[in-house]
């Protein structure tokens, strides 16, 4: 679909005041409207929960406290079956007379385990009704939870991550020519293939009220087809900039913040990925240019350093 | 692909009647064209039934249903398998000796539990051809029966929910200068990220018959790039308005009602979104507007609260 | 995405022959060009073969013979596995002394499933590093193709299916002013939920030697936003459609076919599909019309009958 | 999607040298832009690793590494666990006594496997609190490494390949008439139904400083809605075509490329396909052109080679 939208009819003029969805007036002030994570300074109350957005934060959590809560919660359940099968009585269990020496909660313990992961052993066995419910029970729970971690596992795998890495900043930079352009680096930083990039970006000022104005940018190149390395996206600050003839003290006076918009296509997964991050007035550079992120090889391989697309330089000769 | 389609040629005029494919010509009276929960007042006959069908009501079935039905079926065929291990006779199972207190149905449940779910703790194990082959063919059962509840629980977790919220109402509000609007509000019900929302929202007006025609109402704004907070959409009633001048009467005369498609892209699963909903006439309030669903924190954090989205107040100094 | 794509720029005018991709000259008689299931009278042959297209196969494969297939497999590694038993011998097998009124095969065959499954009762156990050995391989086995058992499943579950029934036969018919119509009739036949829907029709003419030719058919819609019932496609045969003032022995001398493609968004999964089909010459009945395939229940529901998607009348008084 | 958007406003002008993301200025030789399976000679250097490349250089792996790794890992897991129950002493393992034929180690093993797959015999069992600790441990430990592997088989089975398959070389070839152009054909690798499939191709010329500038070259035909046989991608060298003119010699000074970009959607998995590919000027072939690479079988059917998909002849009488 890239190719052909491409080639659609050019951008409609954008309107005086666009908004792309974060709100216009709020009448005090509020934080930065996109994080650098892509983000928004939004929470979001409700009385109703639901089971999709349990199952979205087990996905988006970090694996450090995700494989801690799974063992939690893993542990939690058997315990609670021990105490079901100690509440019963530990002779309700045959072959634990032989394991005596073993404190009795452990004893139920280690027959929960074996249970819920269908270990089954069998050196400790059910045998009266009680027990053996139980144990039924706890072998279909187990199954299905089992069936329902597979799952986790798999959907916090296979979740698309657009993994565009931003450089640090933006900067305020200037051509050969004395022209100025806003400009800011983007690389892939995953292993996987991006292809049919484009971005769009907003300007977006705040009024001591806390009331929002946005305005497109105009960029030099809105896409492009592949992203092997880093591409550097710039807009030229013509006499038709809203950034023309700005200083960084009237930046910071309206509160400027730049909003980026990235979209493209993942050739691994075969899914869209999006990105957003914003710069702030107070995270553009001036007067500086990037460094080359990447070297050539002596056998032409090109080697590009995702911690060099932060580096810039300042521009001799101003 | 939303970037550059917003900016294609302009829609068409909408020719006078437009069916957006739910039929125009009825001869009777229907009920309304589409739910609040999106769906189609529209039964399906078939002479044939499909797989695909089967886990499709699977998957879309509530989460209370569908574990009831998940439990009913495991003991269900569980219970089968006990009734053949009975029918075949305990004493082809060794290990009931020991068990002869609890009732013989009750030992082939449990041996049947312990084969399903692969526990197999041997203190029952079978020691019969008919036993060993029904048993062999029961842990190959379990074992193709947990395949198929992964699958379905990570089908039931992973299938994409638009999950927008609409306001319970419509409003026929008006604005400072009298000019008239019709307009709804929209949020995320979920923690998901939605970009790109855009609407496109139609009149129906059904006459004595049941017959049917419809207009394009053309909106203030069709579409935002982020999606944070609630989206006001609002459709001015101008001149050319085909809900210019009419009053409630009319309205209800014409049993009007306003059909609605959103669509945008789940940034969190990578997919395209889509949500219907429709407001008839009698869920039009007039002469209200929409307080505002979110406050601002001191720490100038934005709180959407979701429960506030349907409320309204009356415009004061008609 | 349709909303814009919809409003894009008319369609440019087709080439005098444009060929979609199914080819031009042949030379001698070839079959028709698409079949009803879809599919292309093409097959394929190549010296390297691909996991890839197993898995495809063992995707698409009707529901009987994969699980015969499956069975099948899970049958043979269990006897091959077994055969391995009993050439280690089965005294290497402890508890098979207590078993010795089962023919050895079958003892080996037990054990080979309680190992495959996991099930594991221990009346029977490995007693010999051979047998331990062989008994180690095959659970790990066994928990692979558990593992690849639950993702066929999961796949040909949520394999995406367009699910598009087409009538059995296209209609020439005429209205009541005497104009003549191409027409054909669609709905879903599946429960899920069809949005924007989009129809292109193409007219293949082949002549004596093979060769093919290709026309658009412009419809008097190709879209719609919703597809609750059916949806009747019409070709209206002006002076300008190339099946203006053919008759049926002239469309049987040039083999016309009607090639049909359909695409759409399943808005139950979230995903595009798309559905293709084709009407020769003789699945065309002139001089008929399609008799309405729902009926409105007394409650207001539509009730629509996919048996009855194919039925026609003969047009009165003409 | 591609219905309407192959009808959208016809692409603007190429810039003079447009970048398609690949680099302009490099100041030293590389090598080709873009390898035979669509890769770049770009490697990626960074600090920080992260879990999702992992995951999806397990899913990318062929097959063979794969399954060695994965083997490999299992073994790895089970000899630790193996070590652990040593240490602890096989006398806390009851049932140890019976297999004292067998070497420590090994029992520890087969202990080992019958508690990570869960196959538990029983044959032997934990009876003291460290081995059941750790029996516990090892048991749950499996239970998600067996999840982990089902996810990572479904996702090496389900994720999307392309599998367009591409001439050896490229063709500099010429019409009865006597004009020239440059072709090439493709052909669907795998047995899934590619659909609206279309192409665009860049001519990268590359200086002696290593510095590279990109051509759009306009096609015959740039798309194609079905492909059930091979496709024919035809740029003509018109008098407008940068590739006028030149002779062999020519292109190698120039260090041509021509650059591929093909996007089609699969029908079989509802998924949009991309493919790259290029051929360097000394992959061209001079004055000949392609053999029909399919044969019509008497039944009608046609019979695709892709092994001849790359068989070219000189053309006769020039």
Redesign the interface.
């Known amino acids: 679909?890239?190719?052909?939208?491409?080639?659609?009819?050019?951008?409609?003029a954008p309107p005086s005041s666009l908004?792309?969805?974060?709100?216009v007036n709020?009448?005090?002030?509020?934080?930065r409207a996109i994080n650098h994570d892509?983000?928004?300074?939004?929470?979001?109350?409700?009385?109703?929960s639901?089971?999709?957005?349990l199952?979205?934060?087990l996905?988006?959590l970090s694996?450090g406290p995700f494989m801690a809560l799974?063992?939690g919660v893993?542990t939690l359940v058997?315990v609670l079956f021990a105490g079901g099968y100690l509440l019963l009585g530990l002779d309700n269990l045959?072959g634990t007379a032989?394991?005596s020496?073993?404190?009795p909660f452990?004893q139920a313990?280690?027959f929960s385990?074996?249970?819920f992961?269908?270990?089954?052993?069998?050196?400790?066995?059910?045998?009266?009704?009680g027990t053996?419910v139980l144990?039924?029970v706890e072998?279909?729970t187990?199954?299905?939870m089992?069936?329902?971690?597979?799952?986790?596992?798999?959907?916090r795998?296979?979740?698309?991550?657009a993994?565009i890495l931003f450089s640090h900043t933006a900067l305020m930079s200037r051509r050969a020519d004395g022209t100025r352009n806003l400009q800011f680096r983007v690389a892939?930083?995953?292993?996987?293939?991006l292809?049919d990039?484009?971005a769009?970006v907003l300007l977006q000022f705040t009024d001591a009220n806390?009331n929002r104005s946005y305005q497109d940018l105009p960029l030099e190149?809105e896409s492009?087809?592949?992203?092997?390395?880093n591409?550097t996206i710039v807009h030229d600050i013509t006499p038709e900039s809203p950034l023309h003839n700005l200083t960084a003290a009237d930046l910071a006076a309206r509160e400027a913040e730049i909003l980026i918009?990235l979209?493209g296509?993942d050739?691994?997964?075969?899914?869209?990925?999006?990105s957003?991050n914003s710069y702030r007035f107070d995270e553009l550079e001036w007067d500086r240019r990037y460094v080359r992120a990447?070297d050539?090889r002596e056998?032409?391989?090109?080697?590009?350093?995702?911690?060099r697309l932060h580096e810039t330089e300042e521009i001799q000769g101003l």
């Open positions: 679909m890239p190719f052909s939208s491409r080639s659609a009819a050019p951008p409609a908004d792309p969805g974060i709100g709020f009448g005090r002030p509020t934080r892509g983000s928004f300074n939004v929470l979001r109350r409700s009385s109703r639901h089971v999709h957005d199952y979205q934060e996905i988006t694996w799974l063992m893993l058997n045959s032989a394991l020496h073993i404190p452990l313990f280690f385990v074996q249970t992961t269908t270990v089954g052993y069998g050196s400790i066995s059910p045998n009266s009704i053996g144990a039924s072998a279909l187990g199954l299905l089992a069936a329902l971690a597979t799952g986790l596992l798999y959907g795998f296979s979740r698309p991550r993994g892939n930083r995953h292993r996987s293939t292809v990039l484009r769009r806390g190149r492009v087809y592949f992203f092997p390395l591409w918009l979209k296509y050739d691994t997964f075969a899914q869209d990925v999006h957003r990447y050539i056998d032409g391989i090109l080697v590009l350093d995702l911690d």
